[in-house]
């Protein structure tokens, strides 16, 4: 294999085991606080959201602070700071006493967080261009298949060895990634010539950024997608229930529910990704957001099971094809020396997305039925591609426009 292929292969089993780690918790978190002597279950049900809450928060502060040092002393340097950093943390937790202990290391972990956005800016700036759509694909399918198969996992593994191993377990494979990555992943990059450049503060780079018309676009993409999705999800058990019926099987539907989206997105990113380098990623961007925000309207009517997951899957078809392109596309409109800052943008905005959705859809829970949210989200997503159009497609087609123009004849 060539270089690139050797890093986006170290790079993909990487993010597969680092989601995976950071997944495997989900299942048995209330449980977990429970063995730490939590009795009261509106005190379980509060502190399991504050725990769970807690990586994103930091992570949306801290991430541009990385992509700063990233674009300064490189990208992995960055890669092995949060692999090494997360082992030791999550090691931790296997030993916390008490929920404040356990909160306390969660923001720790969320603020030495940054390997996936690392890791896209590693191979977004070591990948050849015409490779840049099946790359940054790949990449997303290892996350992706490291967020299905975590949680699922970690139940197996509570079940059968308690829940304070899964930690240590989760430590082990954080590091075997992070030395994996020191070893075998190379990047071109001159630390020399990046120190040299003018220092500038997390703001002055966002004032930067943010004149490139195109990257607010893209980084309103990324929040809504994760918005969209995670907004139904307190909801989405009782409405399995109300469509299958308080009966045997019940759990494992809705763990599918939530996980058949999650399989039609690993298996469609490679591949749109790859369609992406022939016709180029805005477009596929437009055409996948139009898709995911139709495939939302049937989940407000279906009256089975079965037709939820139908439209769930198709979902994620879609949906394969826009965290990929939306990197893609990142690395296409950033100034040259800001690819980290920018990637590290877009985690903020992915991570407020992660935490506004369930606290939203909660929220509004009162007010709206799940059938009602499916229907908000695809209004949002139509404004969101209608954004997508104006700033990205209809700009483009003018600048081939006057390219065409301006050629001698």
């Not at 769970?52 to 928060?57: E, I, K, Q, R, Y």
């Not at 949060?82 to 006493?97: D, K, N, P, Y």
């Not at 977004?124 to 490779?131: D, R």
């Not at 969101?384 to 003018?398: A, C, D, G, P």
């Amino acid at each position: 294999m060539v270089r690139w292929q050797v890093n986006l292969t170290v790079l993909w089993l990487g993010q597969f085991l680092v989601m995976g780690g950071m997944t495997m918790i989900v299942p048995f978190l209330p449980l977990y606080l429970q063995e730490l002597g939590m009795k009261d279950p509106h005190e379980v049900a509060t502190w399991a959201g504050l725990i769970f809450a807690g990586n994103f928060v930091t992570s949306f502060l801290f991430q541009p602070i990385w992509g700063g040092l990233a674009d300064r002393y490189g990208r992995k340097v960055m890669l092995l700071r949060s692999g090494f950093g997360m082992a030791i943390v999550m090691t931790l937790m296997g030993f916390a006493g008490n929920a404040w202990q356990l909160l306390i290391l969660r923001m720790v972990n969320g603020t030495i967080s940054g390997y996936a956005p690392a890791a896209v800016a590693l191979m977004s700036t070591n990948t050849p261009k015409e490779k840049m759509g099946f790359a940054m694909g790949t990449l997303q399918s290892g996350a992706v298949a490291g967020t299905i198969l975590g949680p699922f996992i970690g139940g197996l593994l509570a079940e059968w060895i308690g829940y304070r191993y899964i930690f240590y377990i989760t430590g082990i494979l954080l590091f075997a990634a992070s030395v994996l990555t020191l070893l075998l992943v190379k990047e071109k990059f001159n630390v020399k010539e990046a120190s040299a450049k003018p220092k500038i503060s997390v703001i002055q780079a966002f004032g930067q950024l943010r004149h490139v018309r195109q990257l607010p676009s893209l980084y309103g993409v990324t929040l809504l997608i994760q918005f969209a999705m995670l907004s139904t999800m307190p909801l989405m058990p009782l409405f399995v229930a109300e469509l299958h019926g308080q009966t045997a099987g019940l759990a494992f539907f809705a763990g599918l529910v939530g996980s058949i989206t999650g399989f039609s997105n690993m298996f469609a990113s490679p591949i749109l990704g790859k369609l992406s380098d022939r016709i180029g990623p805005e477009r596929i961007l437009g055409i996948c957001l139009a898709g995911a925000a139709v495939l939302f309207i049937p989940q407000a009517f279906v009256h089975n099971v079965w037709q939820l997951f139908a439209a769930r899957f198709g979902l994620g078809i879609f949906m394969g094809g826009l965290l990929p392109t939306v990197n893609a596309l990142i690395r296409k409109y950033t100034p040259e020396g800001m690819e980290s800052r920018s990637y590290s943008f877009n985690t903020s905005a992915l991570s407020l997305g992660n935490m506004l959705g369930p606290v939203v859809g909660g929220a509004i829970s009162g007010y709206f039925n799940i059938r009602e949210i499916f229907i908000l989200s695809t209004i949002l997503l139509f404004i969101n591609s209608l954004w997508v159009y104006k700033t990205l497609l209809v700009r483009k087609t003018s600048i081939e426009v006057n390219f065409e123009d301006e050629r001698p004849r």
